[in-house]
């Protein structure tokens, strides 16, 4: 039975020392409860308090976490079925295969692809997680051999191990050294070797079932043996039958509190067709119905970047605005005799209004002005922009030291607060920007100093 925020309290050192990254012990208890956080975050709980603690608050769907350090990805811990219930936690992984099978040429074209398909939107780098090695030949040299190479090749790359061997798997896994892979698939067929290669690696098992309920009797099977860590397949090779599975197995989880199924899902798009289009067909609908990691056959551009906005969509969360710091950014080098603009710090306006001033080349101050992450206008609506916050702002924020000129471009959208601004702020000239950001070049490169 889940414990309460209050009975986790009792059981904590109650040192509010802020380490575990939150203030204080009530709120860390109220976060685990919540299953927002996990107990171990806390340095001076007893193992004993963890156990029974970790148990009781665990969410639904298991936390797993693949590789170290930077290359680290974590998948599960979600604990609703609905975005709008709370939030989900850890976004879909998204994998490329690469084989012993295949020539070289095309395994360093994977792994260049991997690591060449990033992009930056509103501050969050965008790119693949995972690269999955599939052992096509049943060789463990040749196995091992492509395991190091992508290791070598790819440093921020976890690695998910795919082979029927578990010799072959345990060579390869050592190979990783601290780099934890997920080491994939256990079957009804050669489960105990793979829970053994598990238990002595360390590492996450993947399980390979033939149906759903063929996946429930391993991982109870597996539990029972004392392996915790699992990641599940349920063999589903058709989109209809991946869709009706994940959907069913975060239902049992979440709503039943059903063990057996309480794991991230692991699935196969790059098994389902081999139609390039179909196949991130296949991969938006398990991004958006709960897989947890999906493997493509190959990265492409222009069919992987609309997956990757898909899935910063879904797994932002809608209760938390994304913003940037208040602060002064300068752009573009710039000195005394240059703009000075103003905006709010919801993160798109920011990177628009950013990424338009670095493309004018016209070195410029931007001041970026705490809204709790409202845009413009809802901002100004709610209070939160309003002349008087913009001059108490402006008067702290050291500006003033930065630029002769007293001239601050604002918003076009905001001109109505003109004139009350020009008040708040004695000797400043409140010049009214473009409306629109892509606007903000051609004005900037045109501006002078009212003074001037």
């Keep these: 039975m889940a414990l309460t925020g209050i009975q986790i309290l009792k059981m904590l050192p109650k040192k509010n020392c802020g380490e575990c990254g939150i203030p204080t012990c009530l709120a860390f208890a109220m976060k685990v409860a919540a299953g927002q956080t996990e107990i171990g975050e806390c340095p001076y709980v007893t193992d004993e308090v963890k156990e029974q603690i970790g148990e009781a608050s665990a969410p639904p769907i298991r936390s797993i976490k693949i590789g170290a350090g930077a290359s680290t990805f974590t998948t599960g811990g979600e604990t609703c079925l609905y975005r709008h219930e709370k939030r989900f936690e850890n976004p ?29 939107r509103v501050g969050v780098l965008l790119k693949a997680d995972i ?86 009797a391993l991982t109870e099977q597996l539990a029972g043996e004392g392996l915790k860590d699992m990641v599940i397949d349920t063999g589903a090779r058709t989109i209809r039958a991946a869709l009706e599975d994940n959907v069913v197995a975060r239902r049992a989880a979440v709503n039943k509190k059903y063990k057996p199924l309480g794991f991230s899902t692991i699935t196969f798009p790059c098994e389902m067709t081999t139609d390039p289009l179909m196949e991130a067909m296949i991969a938006s609908v398990l991004i958006a119905k709960y897989a947890g990691i999906i493997i493509l056959s190959d990265l492409q551009g222009d069919i992987f970047f609309p997956l990757l906005l898909e899935r910063l969509n879904i797994f932002t969360d809608p209760q938390r605005p994304m913003v ?18 103003i905006t709010c710090n919801f993160s798109l306006t920011y990177f628009i209004v950013s990424g338009e001033v670095e493309g004018s080349k016209v070195p410029s101050w931007l001041l970026i002005k705490d809204t709790e992450g409202l845009s413009v206008l809802t901002a100004w609506a709610a209070g939160k922009f309003g002349a008087d ?5 402006m008067k702290k924020s050291g500006i003033e030291d930065k630029v002769k000129h007293r001239d601050l471009i604002i918003p076009g959208y905001l001109a109505s607060m003109k004139g009350e601004l020009e008040e708040e702020l004695p000797g400043w000239t409140i010049t009214i920007g473009p409306r629109e950001g892509g606007h903000l070049p051609s004005f900037l490169k045109e501006w002078k100093p009212a003074a001037a």
């Design 389 to 393: 916050m913009i001059a108490q702002f």
């Design 131 to 216: 690269i999955a090695i599939k052992d096509a030949k049943n060789d463990e040299a040749s196995f091992t051999a492509l395991v190091k190479k992508v290791l070598t090749g790819a440093e921020d790359a976890s690695l998910v191990l795919i082979s029927d061997n578990a010799a072959n798997i345990t060579a390869a896994a050592k190979a990783c050294g601290e780099r934890k892979p997920l080491i994939y698939g256990a079957t009804q067929n050669n489960s105990k070797e793979f829970a053994a290669a598990a238990k002595e690696l360390g590492c996450p098992l993947g399980i390979k079932g033939s149906n759903l309920d063929d996946t429930v």
């Design 324 to 341: 940037v710091e208040e602060n002064i950014y300068p752009i573009n080098g710039p000195d005394e005799n240059s703009p000075v603009l």
């Design 92 to 120: 879909t992984g998204i994998g490329v295969l690469i084989s012993t099978d295949m020539a070289a040429a095309e395994i360093d074209g994977r792994i260049e692809r991997f690591k060449s398909l990033r992009y930056e």
